[in-house]
């Protein structure tokens, strides 16, 4: 299984080929791409490259998106506790999934605090729903990004399924 440094060059470079397939497409008109699209897609790519790898389930340990979030690196470690590693946390719609509820999770906890400890603060307002054409751009670089992942890992697409399949057949 590679390592975190070789999970992000095949990211990077799995990036890189795509932004230049984009642009040549962009330029022929066969696609049409706003520079807020391209944004939304490349940070959202960029995140799940980045800080929200599925390998903070091994949070407890040195893990390159740990390390990445700094001193904030901690805030993981409950999580890699409450997954084990390539369990759920590595399938392809529930892992990344988990990791965003864990990141909303962490965002609730400190708001509450904040509002506890400083209750006169005004907080920033809620964002308003996103339009689909912000949505997309920021769900498929994320997604993306995390399938990549699996990919290299040798991860199928059907990760946990194939043993509750073999469950209720009776293997």
């Known amino acids: 299984m590679p390592s975190g440094r070789v999970h992000n060059l095949i990211n990077i470079a799995a990036y890189s080929v795509l932004a230049a397939g984009a642009l040549v497409a962009v330029r022929q008109q066969w696609l049409v791409v706003t520079p807020v699209q391209a944004l939304n897609f490349s940070l959202a790519y960029a995140a799940g490259t980045f800080l929200l790898s599925p390998d903070l389930d091994l949070a407890e340990g040195k893990v390159d998106s740990k390390r990445h979030w700094g001193i904030l690196g901690v805030l993981w470690v409950p999580y890699g506790m409450l997954f084990s590693h390539r369990g759920w946390s590595h399938s392809w719609v529930i892992g990344p999934l988990t990791r965003l509820a864990y990141v909303a999770l962490i965002g609730l906890l400190l ?61």
């Open 111 to 171: 708001v509450g605090i904040l509002k506890f400890v400083a209750p006169g603060v005004s907080l920033p307002q809620m964002p308003q729903p996103l339009s689909l054409k912000v949505t997309v751009p920021l769900v498929l670089g994320y997604y993306l990004s995390q399938w990549l992942h699996l990919m290299a890992d040798g991860v199928r697409p059907d990760h946990g399924l194939r043993k509750g399949y073999r469950r209720v057949r009776g293997r």
